[in-house]
C-alpha cells in the first residue's frame, strides 16, 4: 500500500511562469507533495525547493506522498472562469496513492462548481476511470482534456523506467476509454523511453482524438538550466546501451520521425512548449479522422 500523509495547505492553485506560461497556461494545480510512482526519469526532484519540495522529499523521491487535505476546499475558493489550469505538473493526481485517499473526487467536485475556461488533467494512471462520471459533468461545463503519458511501445522498457506505472497495454485501455466517453483525449508521449517511433504514434492516434504530444529526456545537453531529468534514468540508459537516447542529434531524429507519421495519419503534433500550448488552447480542434 502507498503510503501518504496530509497537511493542510494556504494554496493550491498558483500562478505559472516559464515553461507552462509560455504553452499557455495561467495556473497549476497541483493536489500533493512528492509521487508514488517515483519513475526514474522525473524531473520534479530535481527541482527541490523550487518545486515546493522539502528535503526528505527529493531525498527519498516515490516513497510517499503529502496530499493537502483541504485542496478541494482552496480550489472551490481560488478557481475564476478566466483561468487556463494544469493540473499538475509537480505531481500526477492519479497516482498509486490517490486510490487509497480519492482526493480527486472533491477537487473535481469544486471545479465543476466554478469552471475554469480549460482544465488540462495530465496522468498517466488509469484510476482516472474511477472519476469518468465526473469527468463528464465537468466536461459539459468547460474545455477539459485529458493528457494521458504513454512514454514507449515496449513492456520491458517500461518495466524498467517505471515500475510503478500501469502496463503498456492497460493505459492504451484507458485513453481509449475516456475518448469513447467523449472527453477530448491526448497522448503525451513524454519522457519519449527507447521505442518504436513510429509505432507509438500509430498506436496513440488510433487510441485517442487529440493532438499529440512529444517530448525527449530534458538532459543537460539540451536543457541548458532548471528541471532536468533524474540521474537514475541516464544510469538505466548508460547500463542497457539506450544512451542515444540521452543525445540531441538523436532526439531530434526521432521526434522527427513521430512528427512525420502523426501528419501522414492527419493527426496534429507537437513537442517541448510548443506542444503543451496545443492542451491550453480554449477550442477543441476537430481531428482528422485517421
Not at 522525473?42 to 518545486?51: A, F, K, S
Not at 522529499?57 to 475558493?77: E, I, P, Q, Y
Not at 482516472?128 to 482534456?145: F, G, Y
Not at 492504451?172 to 483525449?185: D, F, H, K, N
Request: with cysteine; hydrophobic share 40%.
Amino acid at each position: 500500500m502507498a503510503k501518504f500523509r496530509e497537511v493542510p495547505a494556504r494554496s493550491i492553485l498558483s500562478p505559472v511562469s516559464g515553461f507552462l506560461a509560455q504553452a499557455g497556461f495561467t495556473h497549476s494545480l497541483t493536489p500533493a507533495r512528492n509521487c508514488t510512482f517515483g519513475c526514474s526519469y522525473c524531473y520534479v526532484p530535481t527541482m527541490r525547493v523550487q518545486g515546493g519540495l522539502q528535503r526528505k522529499d527529493w531525498l527519498h523521491w516515490g516513497d510517499f506522498t503529502t496530499f493537502k487535505s483541504n485542496a478541494a476546499d482552496l480550489a472551490a475558493r481560488s478557481l475564476r472562469s478566466d483561468q487556463i489550469v494544469y493540473c499538475s505538473p509537480l505531481t500526477d493526481p492519479y497516482q498509486p496513492a490517490e486510490a487509497e485517499r480519492r482526493l480527486m473526487p472533491g477537487i473535481l467536485e469544486a471545479v465543476i462548481g466554478m469552471p475554469p475556461g480549460v482544465f488540462v488533467i495530465q496522468t498517466r494512471g488509469p484510476l482516472i476511470l474511477a472519476d469518468l462520471a465526473l469527468l463528464r459533468a465537468l466536461n459539459s461545463r468547460t474545455v477539459l482534456r485529458v493528457s494521458f503519458s504513454v512514454t514507449t511501445d515496449c513492456e520491458d522498457v517500461r518495466r524498467i523506467f517505471e515500475p510503478h506505472c500501469a502496463p503498456i497495454e492497460e493505459r492504451w485501455r484507458t485513453v481509449r476509454t475516456l475518448t469513447e466517453a467523449g472527453i477530448s483525449t491526448s497522448v503525451t508521449l513524454a519522457p519519449i523511453l527507447p521505442c518504436n517511433p513510429e509505432a507509438l504514434v500509430e498506436r496513440a492516434v488510433a487510441c485517442s482524438d487529440g493532438p499529440l504530444v512529444a517530448d525527449p529526456f530534458h538532459v543537460r545537453l539540451v536543457k541548458r538550466s532548471g528541471a532536468t531529468t533524474r540521474a537514475a534514468a541516464e544510469g538505466i540508459c548508460h547500463h542497457h546501451g539506450w544512451n542515444q537516447w540521452l543525445e540531441p542529434e538523436w532526439q531530434r531524429e526521432v521526434v522527427g520521425r513521430m512528427e512525420a507519421r502523426s501528419g501522414a495519419l492527419g493527426r496534429e503534433f507537437g513537442h517541448g512548449c510548443a506542444g503543451f500550448g496545443l492542451l491550453a488552447r480554449s477550442k477543441t480542434v476537430k481531428q482528422a479522422d485517421s
